[in-house]
């Protein structure tokens, strides 16, 4: 998710233009902290990958779409719009720089079995264990909730310093006629080592992954409509 600092680097004029088109473009998407109570920091994942309690950089990005506005065989079959977003995430344009950068190092005949092209992570229903760009690998998956393991390649199972879960959320809320999409990050040093320590991203490089969360969102439901 760092990789958005790479590519924040305009000035001038250019800068202000930019800002511009930004804001327009992501000005429906709301950021939040993620309540101590939330279920992802009780849940066995969060267990297993951050034994011992690390610190966690954490927010929630959240939009709200009306149900008119999205294909509609998206919302006739249980889990069907939760794959869809999560397709929208990985293959819109939104992740389309990480893609490519992460493609350029790790792509080879060790990673052959992951997602990599746009058509591939467009097409997938993202069940438990599926490996994408190695980065990620979806680690659980409900009617409404997929959640990749991120950081580091899922190649490496064990403990990382470089860790995370980012949840990619849909629920139909009919009696208010919306669909509500979240994409939830907890990141964390998961070695021991680190407890009682600052949290692993200074405020900047969190300002920056919001920033990137937002675009992620936008992208991601642009390709739910008709």
Known sequence: MGLITKTIGLTGWASLAAAGT???????SRIENIPPTDYIFNST????????????????????VP?????????????????AFCAGVWSGIGFRYQRRFLEKKWRGSKT??????????????????????????VVSKTP??????????????????????????????????????GLKSVF????KGFEGTDQPMPWHVQWLHQLYDKVLMESAVRTLKP
């Not at 052959?112 to 690998?137: C, I, M, P, R």
């Not at 991120?150 to 849909?170: K, Y």
Request: glycine residues 6%; proline residues 4%; hydrophobic residues 35%.
């Open 67 to 83: 149900l008119a506005t999205i294909k509609p065989e998206l919302l006739e079959a249980e889990g069907k719009l939760a794959e």
């Open 22 to 28: 930004f804001v327009a473009f992501t000005r429906k």
């Open 112 to 137: 052959a079995d992951q997602l990599w092209d746009q058509k591939d992570l467009a097409a997938s229903s993202y069940d438990v264990g599926t490996k994408l760009v190695d980065h990620f690998e």
């Open 144 to 181: 409404t909730s997929i959640i990749v393991r991120c950081g580091d390649s899922p190649t490496i199972t064990e403990v990382r310093e470089s860790d995370g879960l980012f949840e990619m959320t849909a629920e139909i809320k009919t009696e208010e006629g919306v669909a509500e999409f």
């Open 45 to 64: 994942l969060f267990r297993r990958y951050n034994p011992n309690n690390s610190p966690v950089t954490q927010d929630i990005c959240i939009r709200r």
């Open 188 to 191: 964390y040093n998961g070695l």
